[in-house]
């Protein structure tokens, strides 16, 4: 069958769609360049939603009942291009771009046609907390990675995976700011870190797989990530983006593998890195720092003993990298760069006033696990002067005080009041730990934060106290609140009070229709902990089967997990 057209006028630049319902030109519309099929994995009946980059065919195959989500979902594909481009520096190589609209798996890309799952359509009341741009960054990304240059064995799918995962972070950093780039690095570091603590850890170039799908995991996606973020602090921006340039044209349509790529970065710096790519490609695991770090007041200086703890018996190795080291005082920061090149090193650093606060891999370049106990004055100054992800480790260990009075009042003031909506969330995750006498106001103030995924932390949290009596403020918060994540919330923490007269009022939306099903789920989850006091396996929420970062079910500091749900290639 022929798909129908929909044309989507672009009245305020590329790649914006203001008005999706627009113009229905009668079919047959779509002609496939040399006559393929759009994907191998495709099924109509369609809808064709046209788009342009420059001269190029950009279009979205989406089933009739998604023409609306098309825009929202979509949309940003020519302004993705274009960014690629010019990072890059090849313009995107093929003569068109289609991406189709699939039941089932996450994204699949075959050379200029993506098959996506359906269930990232989203429309655009609930764009900005379900966007689907990190996944359209991905699949576009793999046009250059992968199809451009084709990795010539599956030993080397990181050629693939890393870059196309990193690329989603440096899209996400440059179209949304370096906090929420801070936040997609820290999410890829955590994503690596569950596998590695909880199932394997392997080197990420290897030719020791039972399966090709094997290599597409934890390692090949975000630990790939975050070595290519090591190796661009390494060499510095401009080397790091003429040796990616450098790559894509000199082996251009070509297969590759992971010599050619290093010998790029030799071609292009004149280093040689062979150490670098040696400890993080071809040997297994992270390193484990053991940090300590004191003021002595006679010598006035700052000490720092840093350790290496990982486990060498797996065959990870001494690690060996340049790190930062902060000095934070009320003026200011003074950096230091240090090598680490021991299990045991020890530096020194002069400090005329001891310093607030001490930082070890500022920017937080590096690929580890982090041991660094710091007193309460310290994680407190922490708390209000670093950056994003440091104010949240501060948040994370604050709560580990949780009979301090200064503490509370810290995690408190940042629940409320910190500028970036993921350090007030975590601010509430923390609040948890402290007694819930004290915690009851201000997790009912954030309840009214600008940020719904704040709120929707801030209702669990409360949700999770179980109190019969907050019944009515749940009630109120769905009534008002305009997102569905909150309401969602809301409606959870109503089924944890226990209250059976709450039953009517859930049935009723449990059998509504609401985006994705996030309140009928919801709902419903409430209807079972109602139903029997001490439900087990409850149907995880639908926030979480589509991989939102509302999720808030795993971590304290960190809730995606994009990787595994998606099941992105
Ligand atoms: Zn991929």
Sequence with gaps: MEPREYILPKPRGEGHFSDPGCSLTPPPVYAPLRGETASPH?????????????????????????????????????????????????DYPWQKYDQISVVSGG???????????????VDSKHEAEFSAEWIVAHELAHHWWGDL???????????????????????????????????????????YLREAKTRYI?????????????MFDGHTYPKGARVLHMLRNLLGDEAFFATLRHFLAEHAFRPVDTNDFINSVKEVTGQNLAWFFDQWLYKPGHPVFEVRSEWLADRKVVRMQVSQAQDFAQGVPVHHMPVTIGLYFPQGRVSKQVWIRAKEESFEFAAESKPDFVRFDVGNVLLKELNHPRDEDELRAQLKADDAVGRMEAAALLSGLKDSDEALRAVVDSALSDPFWAVRRTSIEALRRFPGGRTLAPLQRACLDS??????????????????????????RFEKDESDLAMAEALRALGKTGDAGHIPFLKEIAAAPSFRNLLGNAAQQALDLLGSANVKGAKSSATEDLGSRASLSTSRSVSVSELGVWGSR
């Excluded at 195959?61 to 989500?69: F, G, L, R, S, T």
Aim: charged letters at 20%; a negative charge.
């Design 202 to 214: 392997r080197p990420i170039v290897t030719e020791r797989y039972d399966q090709p799908g094997d």
């Design 42 to 90: 495709a099924a109509g009946p369609y809808v064709v939603v046209r788009d342009t980059y420059k001269t190029l065919p950009v279009n979205y195959w989406v089933y009739p009942q998604d023409v609306d989500k098309a825009g929202p979902t979509y949309g940003k594909t020519p302004h993705i291009m274009a960014f690629f481009e010019k990072l890059y520096g090849v």
């Design 107 to 121: 994204g699949a890309e075959s050379t200029s046609a993506t098959a996506m799952t359906h269930n990232i359509m």
């Design 149 to 191: 240059v084709t990795l010539c064995s599956w030993a080397h799918t990181w050629i693939n995976e890393s870059f196309a995962t990193y690329s989603e972070y440096l899209y996400s950093a440059a179209e949304n700011g370096s906090d929420e780039g801070d936040l997609n690095l820290l999410q890829k570091l955590n994503q």
């Design 451 to 476: 940020n719904s995924f704040v709120r929707a932390a801030a209702l669990a949290a409360l949700g999770d106290r179980r109190d019969r009596e907050l019944g009515s403020f749940f009630r109120e």
